[in-house]
């Protein structure tokens, strides 16, 4: 199982980005995947995720509205869509994979990692 995430860059607040995560080795129709990510001084959170059983999706508060998750199973790749950007997005972001999450967006259920992009909203 390997991830790959992208698209990460400096922005200015108010502007949108489209971070993309190419998967491999594994069937990413029936994998959960997430999100997540990691602000200096502050611990990894999850931003979005999507589980394939019942079709659950999770975005963090500060998010929604703004970010959506989607997924490309023939692409096998995932992608977050980011809007309206602000400067307390500034994070480094990590997408995640799992066969079974056993709950929705917690950081603990993920086994699969990509390597991390980062984003930077200047105000």
């Known amino acids: 199982v390997q991830l790959q995430a992208s698209g990460g860059g400096l922005v200015q607040a108010g502007e949108s980005l489209r971070l993309s995560c190419a998967t491999s080795?594994?069937?990413?129709?029936?994998?959960?995947i997430g999100w997540f990510r990691q602000a200096p001084g502050k611990e990894r959170e999850g931003v979005s995720c999507?589980?394939?059983?019942?079709?659950?999706?999770y975005y963090a508060d500060s998010v929604k509205g703004r970010f959506t998750i989607s997924r490309d199973n023939a692409k096998k790749t995932v992608y977050l869509q980011m809007n309206s950007l602000k400067p307390e997005d500034t994070a480094v972001y990590y997408c995640?994979?799992?066969?079974?999450?056993?709950?929705?967006?917690?950081?603990?259920?993920?086994?699969?990692w990509g390597q991390g992009t980062l984003v930077t909203v200047s105000s």
């Open positions: 995640a994979a799992d066969r079974f999450t056993r709950r929705l967006c917690f950081e603990a259920d993920f086994g699969s």
């Open positions: 080795g594994f069937t990413l129709d029936y994998y959960d």
């Open positions: 999507s589980r394939v059983i019942g079709e659950s999706t």
